[in-house]
């Protein structure tokens, strides 16, 4: 199993759509990274876990998941380096490859240390641009072979019936 732990201020911070959208809105481009991170782990097989610093959100640690990818708040006295470092040890283990994805020099250079892998931010944004057209490959191919409706119906109650099926409004 692959598991990609993700510095999520770090990559924020490296990602031009997602440092334009911090600018303005901080909770936005960490949801923003987690619906991408969402696409990744769909694409890829691989766990994803996204693990944010806690000085920036006010409160205790905290972890939940949304769109099946882990979101963690670190402690109050606690970064995301460091929490990343002790989840790459922790989840370390002959049937497990841990990969960081961080552009942190020193952050790459302990988790290589740990034996995980390191993605920097824009490694990790270019692997999402070829996931992305991967997903639309596959979505253009399901398209073409979409089944004939038995009974005819307008383009429009189509798509209407397909946000209802994707449980969209």
Do not use: C
């Not at 759509?17 to 481009?29: C, F, N, P, R």
């Not at 929490?83 to 942190?104: G, W, Y």
């Not at 038995?150 to 209802?164: L, T």
């Amino acid at each position: 199993m692959d598991i990609l732990l993700v510095d999520g201020y770090n990559i924020i911070g490296a990602w031009p759509e997602l440092k334009a959208l911090k600018d303005h809105d901080l909770a936005a481009a960490r949801d923003r990274l987690v619906e991408r991170m969402a696409e990744y782990q769909a694409f890829s097989g691989y766990r994803v876990i996204v693990v944010f610093d806690a000085y920036f959100v006010q409160g205790t640690a905290k972890k939940y998941k949304n769109h099946k990818v882990e979101v963690i708040f670190t402690g109050k006295n606690e970064t995301a380096d460091e929490r990343i470092e002790k989840m790459a040890i922790s989840l370390s283990n002959r049937k497990t490859q841990i990969h960081v994805a961080t552009s942190d020099f020193t952050e790459q250079w302990a988790i290589f240390g740990q034996g995980a892998l390191r993605k920097s931010a824009r490694e990790l944004l270019n692997e999402m641009a070829s996931v992305e057209k991967g997903i639309e490959k596959k979505v253009k191919t399901i398209q073409e072979k979409k089944p004939v409706s038995k009974i005819p119906i307008s383009e429009e109650m189509a798509e209407i019936f397909e946000k209802w099926r994707r449980g969209q409004k």
